[in-house]
């Protein structure tokens, strides 16, 4: 068995998500590397979500009976370790939305909405970069399309980085929102932050990061950031779908107008007029994921047990040794960069010319589960000149036997393929 320093007890870990020792394919053990899409869930958050639907459920904040108090302190106690995960300097920062593309459109349609100084319109720019998720391109340019602002981005680079040789041309005084992830999905690139947002802040503009491929995997320290929104989601870092988060600056989430209405987030409502209840509930109209919430709050407890300084360093072995093994491969190219270096657990890859599509029909017999495709980022793969991927994900249960076995059943598509 292949030993790698700064692995977790995987074995332990494993003990935890059943979903694990399931058997597929005539008695194959499966071999989850999926993992950007979503993450498995350990018996904790199962049991959290149990618990409360069993124990707990009813609706928050409005009811004086006993299961109504119960549900809203779980509710707005997995607030509280949300804020503690992510070191907010107020649990008032922390947005529930359904995911992170809701919260990204949460900050599109508020920057819509505003007044000055933070209303986008025809006289100001939004820069994203070419390496986005569609989730965190499709709304601002459906925000620049109703306001007439100018849509910009960054290009990349030929070995998956950003190319910010041009900075100060693409963020300029014009620049209102620069909006940007912070790893990405599809190469697993880890982009430089600090550069970028002391470029936004010579300028004025406000900073938004998707940090979706980020919360599950690394610490997310959003003072450290010094971004004014931050955006994740709660199902790829072992918690259940349905819940994602919005952080925003304090002061921000005070001015800025809020983009659902409905109950729980007005202060006063008449037929005339309405006013809004403070941040956060401003911006979480009707009944929000309570259970959802639970098990994210459950989630992060498990996460923070383990230490996500020691699962990056987990990942980093594991990410490292796959890209060594995978390179050994014929014909395999890497999309993005080729080291272990400013790089999360995501590797994309082709397979001389078989498709993506053929690579992960032949893994899936052998019990490997891969993600195909251009992965919600298709203007990278119009950059590199390449129809769709193969792409593996790693996580804090990843092993190097997984990556071994991956390899091997390249190999065994390689031979299908002839």
């Known amino acids: 068995m292949t030993q790698l320093p ?10 935890d998500f059943p979903v694990l020792d399931r058997l597929i394919h005539d008695g194959k053990k499966i071999v989850y590397l999926d993992n950007a899409a979503t993450s ?56 529930f939305t359904k995911n992170a593309s809701e919260s990204l459109n949460l900050v599109a349609n508020m920057l819509g909405w505003a007044d000055e100084p933070y209303r986008v319109d025809r006289e100001t720019e939004i820069v994203i970069t070419e390496m986005e998720h569609h989730s965190n391109i499709v709304p601002w340019q459906l925000l620049a399309q109703r306001t007439g602002a100018k849509l910009k981005w960054f290009g990349l680079t030929d070995d998956g980085r950003l190319d910010l040789s041009n900075i100060d041309e693409i963020i300029t005084d014009q620049t209102k929102i620069v909006s940007f992830t912070l790893v990405s999905n599809l190469m697993g690139t880890i982009n430089p932050v600090e550069t970028i947002i002391r470029r936004a802040q010579e300028v004025g503009a406000l900073v938004c990061i998707d940090a979706s491929q980020a919360a599950p995997h690394m610490v997310l320290d959003v003072q450290a950031l010094q971004a004014d929104f931050v955006a994740f989601t709660g199902h790829k870092m072992c918690g259940p779908t349905g819940i994602g988060v919005l952080w925003g600056r304090q002061e921000l989430l005070e001015d800025l107008p809020p983009f659902l209405g409905g109950g729980e987030m007005i202060e006063t409502v008449s037929m005339h007029s309405s006013t809004y209840a403070p941040a956060p509930h401003k911006f979480e109209a009707g009944t929000p994921p309570i ?13 923070s047990a383990i230490g996500m ?46 498709h993506p599509h053929d690579v992960g029909q032949v893994l899936d017999e052998q019990g490997i589960a891969v993600r195909v495709g251009h992965h919600c980022a298709r203007p990278v ?20 036997a997984e990556v071994d076995a991956l390899v091997e059943g390249l190999e065994h598509v390689r031979n299908f393929f002839g």
């Open 291 to 303: 259970a959802q919430a639970v098990g994210l709050g459950a989630a992060v407890d498990y996460l």
């Open 6 to 15: 700064g692995l977790l007890d995987t074995e332990a870990i494993r003990k």
């Open 40 to 95: 498995q869930k350990p018996r904790q958050v199962l049991d959290a979500l149990n618990a409360y639907y069993e124990r707990h459920n009813a609706n928050v904040h409005r009811g004086v009976h006993v299961l109504a108090e119960e549900a809203t302190a779980l509710y707005e106690g997995a607030r509280d370790k949300v804020a503690a995960f992510i070191n907010a300097p107020s649990r008032n920062e922390v947005i």
């Open 381 to 400: 793969c119009l950059r590199y000149g390449i129809p769709a991927t193969t792409r593996a994900s790693f996580y804090l249960y990843s092993t190097p």
């Open 309 to 354: 300084d020691k699962i990056a360093a987990h990942e980093h072995a594991i990410t490292e040794y796959a890209v060594q093994r995978l390179l050994e491969v014929p014909d395999l190219r890497i999309i993005g960069p080729s080291t272990a270096e400013d790089r999360g657990a995501t590797i994309s890859f082709t397979l001389g010319d078989i």
